[in-house]
């Protein structure tokens, strides 16, 4: 059996960017105030054209810029990050550059760390823009709580399926969840280790999921820390994605149930959900 691999201390943040613009620059600013750590940043690129995350790392001694050579997607890259640290780390914030950081918020993540031993994923409180509160803390989706939120979210919002699932009533306490959003997560690199990182099969969304999941089935915790508060400037909505992005959300969606009901007996009820999943793809590109 190969021994796990020993780290230190240290903390580094890897975020994924993409033509970012102006966001990078709030998110380093308010970094600085998020935690009373040194941390190093690696800027994990797919492609950026607006010449953004380099000119950050040439101006930042704490920032370096790591090309990736293609799209990757999101958790490709993060995993490309996390590979290009040294031994000497052992605390991996993984958060998208549209985040605006909580005085101290980092900092909270990492006391949390200390109070969950199996503690593999940390994620804070996420607000809107707007200062509402982000369901970031979620069950994970089984294959009827998933139908019944894909099918009803939209024009029921309040389903049983979706209040379940996103768990928005839920009392705001630290406490362990089915998975976090990858937004912004704090990782034990042990634990992320343990389950090889993201699937890079997710270009994009469900990583996260997907990643909360095997953590869990590894016997590591995924833990919502609302002591700690971010801010996603970009918001969750998939009002402003293109058609791509609402093609990986289905894909994604889909790939997720599927890899987790294997098996002829599944068949059926699959080819129903790709069917179905299709069909609400196409009537959600039509309204845009």
């Not at 995350?53 to 370096?64: F, I, L, M, S």
């Not at 990736?68 to 890259?77: H, I, P, R």
């Not at 939120?149 to 919002?157: L, N, S, T, Y």
Request: neutral net charge; proline residues 7%.
């Amino acid at each position: 059996m190969t021994e796990p691999k020993r780290y230190g201390d240290d903390l580094a943040v890897v975020t994924v960017t993409y033509s970012p613009g102006e966001t990078l620059d709030l998110f380093l600013e308010t970094l600085a105030k998020a935690t009373s750590r040194p941390v190093r940043v690696v800027l994990a690129d797919n492609g950026s054209t607006d010449g953004v995350p380099e000119r950050a790392a040439a101006e930042r001694e704490d920032v370096v810029f790591l090309p990736t050579g293609e799209n990757l997607g999101y958790g490709g890259a993060a995993n490309r990050g996390v590979a290009d640290l040294p031994p000497d780390v052992g605390w991996v914030v993984v958060a998208n550059p549209d985040l605006e950081w909580g005085p101290g918020s980092l900092d909270a993540l990492l006391e949390a760390a200390g109070r969950w031993p199996r503690g593999g994923a940390f994620g804070p409180l996420i607000r809107e823009p707007n200062g509402e509160v982000y369901p970031s803390a979620r069950l994970l989706p089984s294959l009827g709580r998933g139908i019944g939120h894909g099918v009803f979210a939209k024009v029921w919002p309040a389903n049983p399926w979706t209040r379940e699932y996103r768990q928005e009533k839920a009392v705001v306490a630290e406490r362990a969840a089915g998975w976090l959003s990858g937004s912004c997560l704090l990782l034990r690199r042990e634990a992320f280790d343990s389950v090889d990182g993201f699937d890079s099969r997710y270009f994009m969304y469900f990583e996260d999921v997907d990643l909360g999941d095997r953590l869990g089935r590894a016997g590591w915790l995924n833990v919502f820390v609302p002591g700690a508060e971010v801010v996603h400037i970009g918001g969750h909505s998939t009002g402003r994605s293109s058609a791509r992005m609402l093609a990986a959300h289905h894909s994604s969606a889909y790939r997720y149930l599927a890899d987790r009901h294997r098996g002829p007996q599944w068949a059926p009820l699959l080819l129903a959900l790709r069917v179905g999943l299709g069909l609400r793809l196409k009537l959600l590109t039509r309204r845009r």
